[in-house]
Each structure stands twice: as C-alpha cells, then as structure tokens.
C-alpha cells in the first residue's frame, strides 16, 4: 500500500477518534466491501457475512478510541472481523472441520505471483483452498498487509503467516493452472 | 507491483456478488450506529453530572461542622469518600482531554502530511509529463 494510502488511513482513524461527524460514514465506505470480502471468504455465506459486518462496525464505533496506532486501522478492523467470524463459525459449526487443512512441505520455493487479470479466476479458485490458507491469502491480496499485521489479525505467528501464505499461493496456482488446462474437474 | 497488487484487489472485490437489499441493510446499520452514538453521547453526560455531583458533595461535606446528628468520624469518613470520588472522576475527565488534545493534533500533523504527499505527487506528474 502506498503511503499516501496509509496516510489517508490515518487521517481516517483520527477523524473517527476525535468524533468528527461523518468520519465514521467514509470509514465505512471506503472498508465496507474488503471487509465484505473477507468476511464471507471466511463464514462461506453473504448473509453471515452481512452480519458480521454489522457487529465489526458497532465494535469498532465503540472501541475506536481503544486504537492506539491510527496506522493500524485496517488490520485492527480485519483483526475485529476474524474474531466474529470465527465465532460465527463455531457457533453454526464446528471449528475443527474449518480448521482441518493439511499442510504440505513448505519449501523455500519461487514465491508465485498473480496478474491482476487473474482476479476472477483466483476468487473462484480461493473456494477450493482451506480456510487458514484462505483468509491469510485475502488479506495479502486485498490490503497489501505485512506479514506483522496479518499474524496479529489472525493471531499467530509471522512464520506461520509465511508458511500459510506460499503454501496457499502455491496451492492456488495449481488449481488455477487445472483451471488453465480443462482438467479442474479430473 | 502496488499497482499490481491494486489491480488485482479492484478486481477481486469487483468478483464479490452485490448483496440483495444492500439500501436496506445499510439503513439498518446506520439506524444501529446512530443508537450507539446517542448511548455514547448519554455516557458522556452522565459523566459530566455525576463529577459534578462528586464536586458538590466535596464542597457540602468539607462545609460541614461535627454535631449532635454527625459526629467527627463520619464527617471524616464523608469527606474522604467525597474527595475519594471526585478526584477519580477528575481524573478520568483529564485523561479524556489529553486523548482529545492527543488525537487533534495529531489529526492537524497528518492533514499537513496529505497535503505535502499530495502536492508531492502532482509535482512528479509534472515532471513527467516533461519529459
């Protein structure tokens, strides 16, 4: 992200931390449809995700006084969504059957990249691939994250952020490469 | 490769299906939101009128003499409940100024740093179009 991005972020923040009217409208509006996104990659269903929203921005309006970096504003947001969405997730479900991904041997491997015209086909593949892997490729595709803030969203470690990452483009990759040879359906 | 990633994010939000009665849930949302802001703006009032009630009851309970229906000890223990209340209130009220001062200039420095980046970057446009 650049940092006229970030900056904007800020300022964002501190509009809605010093109670400007309005502020909390432009926040909404410019975070409503990545944490959309990400909400419904993670619960699999619009009106949950809908929902979640909902919570992520009454919690936010309350606590936005509670954030003490106004550059953290996006990964405090993604962090807010994860946490309801997982408890969503393991109220409808259990979260052991989201969280049954397996891991491959993670290699120190070319990292692969995206075009930007892969973007319909990455959404549909990012269906395919399991929801740890999922939700960490979202926020590197969506907001640029750094692997600092994406663990803090998700609350682990940077080098399982890592891991999870290039296995996840790794597997999306291969899923878009069957996609690429007619063999998806094999 | 920010453009790339930019492009590629355009591109994954324009893949999210719009939801169906999106005017509605964002009316059901603000209407939320604003019933928060006024529980936020009654928090505040409240605030205000119980250090003021703290304040009062410092300022009767250090006016009061000991008497036959107050004896020494209770006027003490009242007065140090008081004083006890009001100064934890006060506090409180300081703390929530200083995070406003904080947070106001803080928004002032990075309102001036927008305006830097932006006339930093309609300066490299320039530029490059001449060359």
Not at chain 1, 18 to 39: H, N, T
Not at chain 1, 81 to 106: C, L, M, N, P, W
Not at chain 2, 5 to 13: H, I, Y
């Amino acid at each position: 992200m650049e940092s006229k991005d970030r900056a904007s972020y800020e300022w964002l923040a501190l509009r809605c931390q010093s109670g400007e009217k309005g502020a909390f409208e432009d926040l909404i509006a410019a975070m409503e449809r990545p944490l959309l996104y990400y909400a419904m990659t993670l619960t699999g269903n619009q009106d949950t995700a809908l929902d979640v929203l909902q919570e992520v921005w009454i919690k936010a309006f309350r606590g936005i006084r509670k954030l003490k970096d106004p550059g953290a504003l996006r990964s405090w947001l993604y962090s807010i969504t994860h946490g309801i969405a997982v408890d969503r997730i393991r109220k409808d479900y259990s979260r052991e059957q989201a969280e049954k991904v397996r891991y491959g041997d993670f290699e120190e491997a070319e990292e692969p990249s995206f075009a930007a015209e892969d973007a319909a086909r990455v959404h549909a593949a990012l269906g395919q691939i399991g929801i740890l892997h999922r939700e960490v490729l979202i926020l590197h595709f969506l907001e640029d994250l750094s692997l600092k803030e994406i663990a803090k969203v998700v609350g682990c470690s940077e080098g399982t952020v890592k891991s999870r990452i290039h296995y996840a483009k790794r597997q999306m990759k291969q899923i878009l490469e069957r996609v690429k040879h007619g063999t998806a359906n094999e | 490769m920010a453009q790339q990633t930019n492009n590629l994010r355009e591109g994954l939000l324009a893949a999210l299906p719009q939801p169906e009665n999106l005017a509605a849930y964002r009316e059901e949302t603000a209407a939320l939101l604003a019933k928060h802001e006024r529980a936020v703006r009654w928090d505040k009032i409240t605030a205000n009128i119980v250090s003021v009630i703290f304040g009062l009851l410092l300022g009767v309970s250090l006016s009061l003499r000991p008497s036959h229906s107050l004896d020494a000890l209770a006027l003490y223990r009242l007065q140090l409940s008081a004083a006890f209340l009001f100064i934890f209130w006060a506090i409180y009220g300081v703390h929530d100024h200083i995070y406003s001062s904080q947070v106001a200039t803080l928004k002032e420095i990075k309102q001036v740093q927008l305006q830097v980046l932006e006339l930093q970057a309609s300066l490299k446009t320039v530029r490059d179009n001449q060359f």
